[in-house]
């Protein structure tokens, strides 16, 4: 049965180093995604999203439009980040290991996000709803960003790994329920 996130009770959380002192996180405002949720077996569900590249906000404009630049995300030529699972695993009790294709700046590369199963309820509406949150780590010359300036020292001005939060509230409205 098909669920879709409620955006805005949903989060996609990015970080990485600058100068390698401090921590610049940022996230996406415009996330869609569609869950195949298997309440009786997780692993049996499946789970396809789309992030609108450009909707990324850091609270700097001038660094907000340079990670949207083709130094980065380059949205002018690649305004879609997307994911589509290809294997879910229990870890345990209400862990999974979610195992898919992540397409970003053009290159689709697999990864493996780390997902906790938060439970389920019924809103006042009659509406189910179920709660996730994931994590994973990717290195972003692996898809290709690799902007980059050597500072004086001999670090990076930017990591190469990203880490990845998401923070998710999938919902089956009422009326799909009732029709099932």
């Known amino acids: 049965m098909s669920w879709t996130i409620d955006s805005s009770h949903s989060q996609v ?13 940022g996230h996406f405002n415009d996330i869609q995604a569609t869950i ?5 077996d997780f692993t049996a569900s ?3 999203a789309s992030i609108n590249a450009a909707s990324l906000v850091t609270n700097d404009a001038k660094r907000d ?13 690649y305004p879609t980040i ?9 870890a345990e009790h209400d862990r999974y290991r979610m195992t898919g294709d992540l397409t970003i700046h053009g290159v689709t590369r697999p990864v493996t996000l780390d997902v906790v199963y938060s439970g389920q309820i019924k809103d006042p509406w009659g509406n189910a709803r179920a709660g996730f949150s994931a994590e994973t780590t990717i290195r972003r010359s692996d898809w290709g960003i690799s902007f980059n300036a050597v500072l004086e020292t001999g670090g990076l001005v930017v990591s ?9 509230e999938a919902v089956k ?8």
């Open 13 to 25: 959380n990015f970080s990485a180093r600058h100068m390698g002192i401090m921590t610049v996180r």
């Open 36 to 40: 195949d949720f298997n309440q009786d």
């Open 46 to 48: 499946s789970v396809e």
């Open 65 to 77: 439009e340079h990670l949207r630049s083709a130094d980065f995300l380059d949205v002018e030529k």
């Open 82 to 90: 997307t994911f589509k699972s290809t294997k879910i695993e229990r």
């Open 160 to 168: 190469d790994e990203v880490k990845i939060a998401l923070d998710v």
């Open 173 to 180: 409205p009422a009326e799909v329920l009732a029709a099932a």
